[in-house]
Structures are given as structure tokens and as C-alpha cells.
């Protein structure tokens, strides 16, 4: 994991920082080395980085560039993306802002990995403290789709709340039918 220390370009808040390499920690005690991987809402990039430096194989999207994909994840298919494609699929502080659990097991292989990362929704007025605080990072929009992981329609793998207001979550994708 020093390697891992690396792959940020810029320094973030205390609590982000902490909470970047759990996450990256989390997925890699899950997923086989050299698996592929989309990492949907890739922002700065530091996960597919960290990732990448870990020997995964991984395929960045976004709304803007530089990601490898730029797009709207939820027309998956209009954006060249082949469905069942992805060992793993990672949704990091995006599914606060979109519903997009459909494209990710659209994407995610027969039961592969899905990866998400939200405040807990009960307790996101304690996120906007923290952000005002400065101690994680602000958020880039409204959050407009805040999700209970429980309430997920897919088989948990591992389920985490960080300090009570921070939930990842690790499913398996439901099988094809």
C-alpha cells in the first residue's frame, strides 16, 4: 500500500484521504489481481491510479474528460460499452447524485463485483459539516438520489459505515435472467 501513497496528485482533506485508501484496501482483499474494472465518476482519477498501480486493468468514465469514457454511464451503450464487460464496477460518491445501480449490473460480469461509496442518508447533513469543516472533500453537486445500501437489490458482499454517515458497500452482481 505505500505505492499506493503515490497515485494522489493533489492532497485532500484529512478524512478523504483516510477514507480513499480503506476503500482501495477494501476492493483489493475482494477482487483477483489483473481483474478488469470500470470505475464510473472517476473525477481526479486517484482510484483508477491506485488501482492501476495495484495491476488491475481499468476503464475510467465520467461526464467530462480526461476520463477514458465521457458520458453519461446510464446510455452505456450508446458510449461503446459492451454489456457484462467488467470483473468490477466502482461507483465512488456518485450514486448520492444519480441512480445508476441498472447500468452498473448492465456492466458488471455474472457475479462480479459492484462497489459504491454514499453518505448514509440519514445523516448527510453531518457530511455538509464536514465538508464546511473543510475535513472532507465538497461535494460537485446536489444529492439528489441518497440510497440506504441495505435497500440495494443485490446480494451484499461486505457492508461498511464508516463513523455512522459514511456507507461502502461491496454486492455481488445478480445473476443474468
Known sequence: MAALRQ???K???L???LSRRRKLKMLAEQLPAKSTVLEIGCGDGWFTRGLRALGYEVTSADLTPPADVVGDITRWRELGLAPHSFDAVIALEVIEHVDCIEAMTGLAREDGLIMLSSPEPKWDWAMQV???LRLTQKRTSPHNNLTRFEDIPLQPVLLKRQAIIHQVGIFRNRAKG
Open 130 to 132: 464536514l465538508e464546511f
Open 11 to 13: 492532497k485532500q482533506p
Open 7 to 9: 497515485v494522489h496528485e
Open 15 to 17: 478524512l478523504s484521504e
